[in-house]
């Protein structure tokens, strides 16, 4: 079903490049447009759908949480209490700022214990040693099982080029990063690189499904050969209790994209939608993607009746809401420019569930925060009458 929704509060803050993360029945928005302010000292929201309406809430973080920037283009990856369990933590690397910056760093976010009802996040720091992947965006990361074991897999994205090669001319212009797979023990916060053969072009905004030892890698863009390679690599990593390895086999899927969003739909089964078959040509069709332990079966699936708009926009942009739901958005044409948000959203789904249901996030004991301002706060003013102060205090 393909559904649009109406814009609420704090909707003008999306912008291309955010994430979702989906803890239980709660979807948290991270990547807003510019810098928080100083009423809402995170950029990270409570994504609230009721009545067919979309609003952000302002969301609370423990004491302990370190700071979260807006981070657009980040790899993030649920990380699962035990293989196919609930989803506790969240690892979120790298990501552009408001400010152009790349971010080199790895944050774990996870869900606190609610306090009167409302939700918590906690976020912290993860530091790492060995091999650390250098700051960028548009890669990928995912979490794998190996004999009993768990490790993060790390691939892809574009950085600026090296500061002994920048000059004012191109102080800004990206290159791709190494095609070296990084692979990350969260214990003990050590990063192993490895340069597989198989992987000779660095890969950005590319589609990464894990299953079990294995992580898919689908499309994909090269910036070196602007190329969409129409292959799946399937990258395999064995956890034994030595040094660890990691194998890739090429698989030809026919497919070509970048810039897709994927969704989960079963244990096995995943969605791929939305993207770019060139840099400009949009990807209407819509694939299912069934793994098993040895083999992967690619189809395509019954397209949504998309909308005019959404056929004729040049751009559109989204991410997974969990569930087998996906939000995106496309830029209002010059006809409706008379609204607030920038951008009609819709929301795409392949599960069982009602999307305007399963990600009602807490609307039902939550409805005070449709009275809290967004905006730079106002100065307090203090009364100076029976002179209590002098002039310098």
């Not at 909707?11 to 928005?29: A, D, E, K, R």
């Not at 209407?284 to 998309?306: A, K, S």
Request: hydrophobic residues 30%.
């Amino acid at each position: 079903t393909l559904q649009i929704v109406t814009p609420g509060s704090n909707t003008s803050l999306i912008q291309p490049g955010f994430s979702l993360l989906h803890f239980g029945s709660h979807v948290f928005y991270l990547g807003q447009k510019g810098w928080p302010k100083r009423s809402c000292p995170t950029g990270v929201f409570l994504l609230d759908l009721k009545n067919n309406e979309l609003k952000l809430r302002p969301t609370t973080f423990t004491n302990d949480s370190c700071y979260l920037p807006p981070l657009r283009h980040p790899a993030v990856s649920s990380f699962p209490v035990s293989q196919g369990g609930e989803i506790t933590q969240y690892l979120i690397h790298g990501g552009k700022t408001p400010n152009n910056e790349i971010s080199h760093k790895l944050y774990i976010m996870a869900k606190a214990f609610p306090v009167n009802k409302r939700v918590s996040l906690c976020c912290s720091e993860k530091d790492l040693a060995g091999d650390v992947p250098e700051a960028r965006y548009g890669h990928s990361m995912n979490v794998v099982f190996s004999r009993g074991k768990t490790a993060v897999v790390m691939f892809g994205g574009r950085s600026y080029l090296p500061l002994n090669q920048r000059t004012t001319e191109n102080w800004n212009n990206v290159i791709d990063c190494e095609p070296l797979v990084y692979l990350i023990d969260l214990q003990f916060g050590c990063s192993t690189s490895f340069n597989l053969r198989e992987l000779q072009d660095g890969l950005s905004f590319h589609v990464s499904l894990a299953r079990n030892d294995s992580v898919y890698v689908f499309g994909g863009h090269s910036m070196g050969n602007n190329f969409r390679p129409p292959n799946v690599y399937k990258i395999k990593v064995d956890l034994p209790l030595g040094s660890p390895a990691v194998s890739c086999t090429v698989i030809n899927s026919k497919l070509s994209f970048s810039s897709s969003i994927a969704t989960q739909t079963s244990p096995d089964e995943f969605v791929i939608v939305g993207g770019y078959e060139s840099d400009s040509q949009k990807r209407l069709t819509c694939n299912g993607v069934f793994l098993d332990d040895e083999t992967i079966d690619i189809q395509e699936i019954e397209t949504p009746d998309w909308s005019g708009e959404i056929k004729h926009s040049k751009t559109w942009f989204g991410a997974d809401m969990g569930k087998g739901a996906v939000l995106f958005g496309i830029p209002v044409d010059n006809k409706h420019q008379s609204t607030d948000c920038g951008f009609f959203f819709y929301v795409l789904n392949f599960g069982d569930n009602d999307p305007a249901l399963q990600t009602c996030s807490q609307g039902s004991t939550e409805e005070q925060e449709d009275s809290m301002p967004l905006e730079d706060s106002e100065e307090f003013t203090f009364n100076r009458d029976g002179n209590i102060f002098d002039e310098d205090t």
